[in-house]
């Protein structure tokens, strides 16, 4: 790793300029003198944040370098750098680039090296998805917390941003400077398959209140936070991934109820904001996707809500923003609405050769990419990164996963865990009669490089905690010769803890059968907490919002009554025979009685 006095000489005149002057855009000058001289090639590839697979920027595995030139013809981050000279690179854990935290310090480490030896070369922005709970990329051994809808059970600003102080040091302590959280989502659709539990609720004023107070803790800890996905991904029953979703709220719902929180995060000085590949035609009536909207981002986000930060815009990947043009179009359109940066292009080379012959061809001005690449580096300036791009393995050692941060997850995830149903005090389960217990149900892949499985999460901290606890994997549709498995199991046990996610019709049947065994059964909701409309007949039921291991032993010792119940529903549940009716409302939670 280069010497902090080699970067310093390097980039001595950036960071002196920057160093001075107390306006937000006190390094302009100096900026726009780093522009000017940049190549038309040089200004393309800024606005670039692109994926690349392998753990290190120059030597990674044969697969990571097959699959790199497979997609992007290349075989290294640092060789993409070179041909590309993109601004930004995204970490994802499918592409390998995350495995342990000394390795994600030296893959950043060698990724600046890259870009700074290139003329004229500029610091990278690396950015990655740490939302929490059951979106991030970076596991375990760095300290994970729950997700935004726990957040939101839990209801405190001050954990908030407890825990975007922390996860911005751990994040900034990787060279992960750009995290796309929190998500600014109001979710009042119990339907939404792709926000659902990221967002922290159903109430904008709730939402805006923890949005702000993330945004708050991840950028003090020098780190840029993203709202997303603005105009508002709340309301909707299709995935932007796979579809094309159509939000249809009218404009004074949308001023009231997704525009909140976006308004919040601006007041709070956020970095950067994602756009979504949703139609919202309240907004615009054109069917474009949001984020290749001229009057969603230039006329509303940049002229009304007055935001002059970086706009990136989701993944260009997901089908929602190619359904109606093609790949070589969209990153163009986008620049033309009024984006900065280009995320996760399928092809990098199509996109950025699209953007350069725009340029050539008139239809982009030169001056139009100036404008993005100066809140680029703005940015860059703002988090330091020119003056101090890399990291150290001392700073990995001393911030990652410690003991005290582990320990504030913990406390803020006994917060969380929300008690639904407890008929004749069941719970907590008492060591002295309940000390058999079976804990059965969903085991969906574990999220963000926690342990799992959920049953074995559960039933190791039961275990702990003074119980005997038997593991038993049920899955997400358990068959009936698996349902009559667990019932015989049930028979061995005082009491039977079942995991259930995203409730399906199996599930259903499996906790009504183990009810009918006669054995007290205590429901767990390891996802969604609207299941508990669909099991009436269950004595104890608790929603932990996510089943990442944090929730997990938080629900195990609010079972044990190691700690009592103190989280509140942040989304109503409706009635499952009649949706227009309530069944547990926002606020909703009971505790143990003394």
Known sequence: MPSRRTVLTATAGVAAALAVGGTAHAGDQKLRSLVSRMTLEEKVGQLFVMRVYGHSATAPDQADVDANLKEIGVRTAAEMIARYRVGGIIYFTWAHNTRDPHQIADLSNGIQKASLSQPRGLPVLVSTDQEHGIVCRVGEPATLFPGAMAIGAGGSRKDARTLGRIAGQELGALGIRQNYSPVADVNVNPANPVIGVRSFGSEAGAVAGLVAAEVAGYQGAGVAATAKHFPGHGDTAVDSHYGFPVITHSREQWEQLDAVPFRAAIRAGIDSIMTAHIQFPALDDSGDPATLSHPIVTGILRGELGYDGVVVTDSLGMEGVRTKYGDDRVPVLALKAGVDQLLNPPSLDVAWNAVLTAVRDGELTEARLDESIL??????????LFEQPYVS??????????????????????RTTTLLVNEERLLPLSRRTHRRLLVVGADPASPSGTTGPPTGVLAAALTELGFTATALSTGTAPTAAVVAR??????????????????TAAQRTLVEQLVATGRPVVAVAIRNPYDVAQLPTVPAFLATYSWTDVELRAAARVIAGKVAPRGRLPVPVQRADDPAKVLYPVGYGLSYGR
């Open 393 to 414: 393995h001392g700073g990995v050692t001393r911030t990652v996963g410690t003991p005290a941060h582990l320990a504030a997850a913990d406390r803020i995830a006994e």
């Open 486 to 503: 667990a019932v015989a199991a049930a028979q061995d046990a005082d009491a039977v803890i079942v995991g259930t996610y995203n409730l």
């Open 375 to 384: 809140r680029i580096l703005r940015l860059k300036a703002r988090l330091g």
